[in-house]
């Protein structure tokens, strides 16, 4: 679970980037996150992940408290959460099989682990039959699919994903989507961050809508009400 109570964030440069921000994500859900470019979509995200801690108010996590945690701490919390970026981050001179096994080696996952749970993500997002294949040989749609095995490999509970069709055409960008929506069939939550108004529009999922620091709306009739400035 994802839980925002009085989140106020502000950056050394006194850019109040979050204004007292509730928010609360129950284990399971799958919620858009939308609004203009610094609204504090890019802010909430950091704060979940543990990347910054609030400047008051309290941030769980998955029964971490980011604000307080130790640093010694911050894997554990970040090994529950999977992040799929729009720019993929794959290592180019790496197979579709290494990319993703690479998440799991650097948990400490043993050969025979990676062996196991590698095929399985892979033939989840369909890609079992791309495991030999180099970044540079597929499509930006099974790019982005590897990015989102990597994500998967570690059984996290939570998949945020910031922007994951923003380099797709909009076919491949509905085959994400409806990935996203599998996985969350399966039991993961998944926080999705999007300008994508129309893609928002075809998910009857929940919609929370940030600008200038502060929630202005929460639906769940899964409609992109926010306009965009």
Do not use: C, W
Request: glycine letters at 8%; proline letters at 3%.
């Amino acid at each position: 679970m994802v839980q925002l109570t009085e989140v106020f964030k502000s950056y050394d440069n006194d850019t109040k980037a979050l204004r007292g921000v509730n928010l609360k994500i129950d284990d399971g859900e799958f919620v858009f996150l939308v609004g203009p470019s610094g609204s504090g979509k890019t802010t909430v995200i950091k704060l979940i992940t543990g990347e910054i801690a609030p400047t008051d108010g309290t941030v769980m996590v998955n029964g971490y408290n980011v604000g307080t945690m130790k640093m010694s701490k911050m894997p554990y919390l970040r090994r529950t959460i999977g992040v799929i970026f729009q720019d993929f981050r794959l290592i180019e001179d790496k197979s579709v099989f290494e990319n993703v096994a690479f998440a799991m080696r650097v948990t400490g996952a043993s050969n025979a682990e990676i062996r196991r749970r590698v095929p399985y993500v892979l033939e989840l997002v369909g890609l079992d039959n791309r495991t030999k294949r180099r970044p540079s040989e597929l499509s930006g749609g099974e790019q982005q699919r590897v990015a989102m095995a990597r994500a998967l490999v570690n059984n996290p509970s939570l998949i945020i994903a910031d922007e994951p069709t923003g380099n797709l055409d909009p076919a491949r960008s509905l085959e994400i989507m409806m990935l996203l929506e599998k996985i969350n069939e399966l039991g993961t939550t998944v926080l999705v961050v999007t300008h994508e108004k129309e893609l928002v529009n075809r998910f009857s999922k929940r919609v929370v809508a940030i600008d200038a620091g502060r929630i202005i709306s929460d639906g769940m009739d899964g409609y992109y009400t926010y306009e965009t400035k």
